[in-house]
């Protein structure tokens, strides 16, 4: 595809749903007693691959415009599928389950696309096995016996939300109690809403603690934008000339918005309105001008916060004086592709200065930046980072799969042309 560019990137939009969100209120809806509507639901790929997995094990769920109904079997009322649970893309429906179905008293085979086989599924077998899981394999496809699980005292090895959400799960339905220690906090989206559905599960910094779990209540969940979607318009609207963009109603959850600080430390002329609370996750309308940015060094405790935005946050790098540093980001090597060699190749062959770390990259920005063909390696990510990398380069651009945009934000182009 010929990546069409705008000249200025003005108006009002809203992003999709929150992918993570949608995945967790498909799950613990269908885990629930009752019925949930889910409103602002992703209809990604990705959460779509989730509904699919629970209506294989028997969760009867309709889907209207962006509407979802989930009418729960409640926490043992899942059945045998019939066939494999196919994850499509998604790390985070592969990895819920795996928690979640070894706890089942049924087996499950899981398999996903030629991505997912490649992702490591160890960090969350192993401590899996800890609780008595019976897993075979590191690697989807994955065959899980379901079977009972004993309760833990666990210190996690990576600061991972998908692992800690399937011990959690797993955790629910163990015979006592279980208490998880992260390294650093990530996303709590899963704390949030199983709590609220009446889950026992104490927060107390990096400490969880969860006992086992009879029954959750259905609720209604009304899903904030996606930060991680909102962020390609955050960073537009910073590198373009004469640009002013607001995006309504993203999810602003703290352990979401590294963005917004990263942002803010770079110079991005970027406010926040409207804060409010919806369904226990924070929202706001954000709203981004054309900024003078300067580099910066990023890594520790923030990098949670952000990791998924770190391959845009690197084109915002590139446009930015001065030196970007990117550290103790090793995560990113196991994401949909190794997104430091991914970005680190395509900013290559565009005349962006830019090293490859052990754990992270080197930007020198604000140099001229030329016309090439790129490669987004079927990572949503990638495709819209660089195609927002596009926009205020000078030079022709093309992409070799703008399909797997459909992942996180099938209407991602749209919403770009839009802004003309
Ligand atoms: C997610 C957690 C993160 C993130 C992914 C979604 C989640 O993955 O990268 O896109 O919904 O729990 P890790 O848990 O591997 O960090």
Redesign the pocket.
Known sequence: MNIKKITSARGELTVPGD??IS??AVMFGALSDGTSKITGFLKGADCLSTIDCFRKMGVKIDIEGDTVTVYGNGMHGLKSPSEQLYTGNS??TT??LCGLLSAQNFDTVISGDASIAKRPMG?VCNPLRLMGAKIDGDYCPLTIHGTRLHGMDHKME????????ALILAAMYADGETKIHEIEK??D??ELMLKAMGADIDVNGLDITVRPTKRLTAQNVAVPGDI?SAAFFMVLGAIMKNSEITIKNVGINPTRTGIIDVMRDMGADIAMSNERTVTGEAAADITVKSSQLHGLTIGGSII?RL??ELPIIAVMAAFADGETVIKDAR?LK??ETNRIRAVVDEFTKCGIDITETDDGMIIRGGKPIHSADFKTYGDHRMAMSLCVLAQAADGTFTLDDAECVNVSYPAFFSDLWSLE
């Open positions: 992918k993570s995945h967790r790390g985070t990895r819920l960090r990576v600061a991972s939300a998908q692992v800690k959400t990530s996303r989206h899963t991680s949670p990791i998924d995560e196991v994401k």
